[in-house]
């Protein structure tokens, strides 16, 4: 039977003249058979016979390989930012995606593209319909179960060759159940980085609080006949606050000294950069910009871009008498996200399930960079913010 919800199930058989058979609990897991193999004995209609029920070691109805990390597990797992998808790199043939690929995606699953990969959430599909990448990705604390099929699964799951990757989030039950958290990562805990403590720059103090909790429980609608064990909700919330010193991937940046820019300020008294061996060999190849009127090393005046010339003049380029630094800026990563499910039991064979998800992401970049981490801005005073909602 497909499209049964995951967890413990029991199966009793009755017929006349034969004993009741009853079975162990067994759990079911996604994309898992459960099979119940059970023998009717003659007897009264009163006598009962337990199965024992032992789970196989080896799996010899459902050819799929893959593997389920269930319960504390997920919670109680060392990941870093509380993502969930991470996950899937503690299967074997799980590798995370290199900095030269342009597609999407964060994982390549036994070798395939890591833009082939199928999200699913709750049954349903939960992947960009631009990129394909993942589209909600709810924090550990709501996730009842966590599955990867790397290969051989069923055509049910046939949407894309790259792997499936799924989650099931909790739900509600007739008691009340609740959890709260608060972690903590602190940079005065942190060694300092290679290249920081190599530059004589400290440590980047990163502040990071992940905090939240979650609250789940029966729905008691009074007027409904029968309306008891049939509605449930359950929701999870999780907020951050982030702040981080970064340095960028190009971290000694040449810069403009104090001769350079009251040459660039008043380019009438001539420009001489024969102290610079890098100005020199530029000009010996690009003679359009050396003054014609002066000896090798002076810029022309009229080749100053007058714009770039204002940017040095309004004190927004950064000046060092070494004509170098190893500059810094503040990352934020703030976010806060919620997530609902509703269970609705509306006969013993049929259940509706609703899952609502959002998040809001506003972040701020001091150093912008592409996705192969070639630097755009290396200097301070050009961030980028960003605000991404769900």
């Not at 008891?228 to 702040?243: A, H, L, N, P």
């Not at 100053?304 to 004190?315: D, E, H, L, R, S």
């Not at 013993?348 to 070639?374: A, W």
């Amino acid at each position: 039977m497909l499209d049964l919800p995951i967890g413990p199930y029991r199966v009793e058989v009755e017929q006349p003249g034969f004993s009741k058979a009853v079975t162990q609990e067994k759990a079911l897991e996604i994309n898992e058979s459960l099979r119940f193999d059970i023998t009717l004995t003659l007897g009264a209609v009163s006598q009962s016979v337990m199965v024992e029920a032992n789970v196989s070691a080896v799996e010899t109805v459902n050819p799929t390989i893959g593997a389920t990390v269930v319960g504390d597990a997920i919670q109680e797992a060392p990941l870093n930012g509380r993502n969930v998808l991470d996950l899937a790199l503690l299967q074997p043939g799980v590798t995370e995606t290199n900095p030269d690929n342009t597609g999407a995606g964060t994982y390549s699953i036994a070798g395939g593209r890591t833009d082939s990969v199928t999200f699913l959430m709750d049954g349903s599909l939960n992947n960009d319909l631009l990129d394909n990448g993942v589209v909600f990705d709810p924090n550990p604390d709501t996730i009842a179960e966590f599955r990867i099929l790397e290969n051989n699964y069923s055509a049910e799951y046939g949407r894309n060759s790259g792997g499936i990757i799924s989650e099931v989030t909790k739900s509600g039950t007739n008691q009340w159940h609740g959890s709260g958290f608060d972690y903590l990562r602190n940079g005065d805990l942190d060694a300092n980085s290679y290249f920081n403590k190599i530059n004589s720059v400290e440590r980047d103090p990163l502040r990071r609080n992940q905090y939240g909790g979650t609250l789940g429980g029966p729905i008691r609608i009074p007027h409904v006949i029968n309306g008891e064990d049939r509605f449930f909700f359950f929701v999870g919330y999780q907020g951050q606050k982030q702040s981080d010193l970064t340095t960028p991937v190009q971290s000694r940046v040449d810069v403009f000294t104090p001769a350079e820019t009251a040459c660039i300020s008043s380019p009438a008294q001539g420009c001489n950069f024969s102290f610079d061996p890098y100005v020199m060999a530029f000009l010996t190849a690009n003679p359009f910009y050396q003054d014609p009127s002066q000896t090798a090393g002076f810029l022309n005046p009229a080749a100053i871009n007058p714009v770039a010339a204002t940017y040095i003049t309004k004190g927004l380029m950064p000046v060092t008498p070494s004509g170098i630094i190893t500059p810094t800026g503040a990352a934020i990563d703030n976010r806060n996200e919620l997530t609902m499910r509703f269970d609705f039991q509306m006969t013993q064979k049929d259940e509706l399930t609703v899952t609502l998800g959002g998040q809001r992401n506003p972040t701020v970049d001091p150093f912008v960079t592409t996705s192969n981490l070639v630097p755009w801005a290396t200097v301070p005073g050009y961030s980028v913010t960003g605000k991404l909602n769900d």
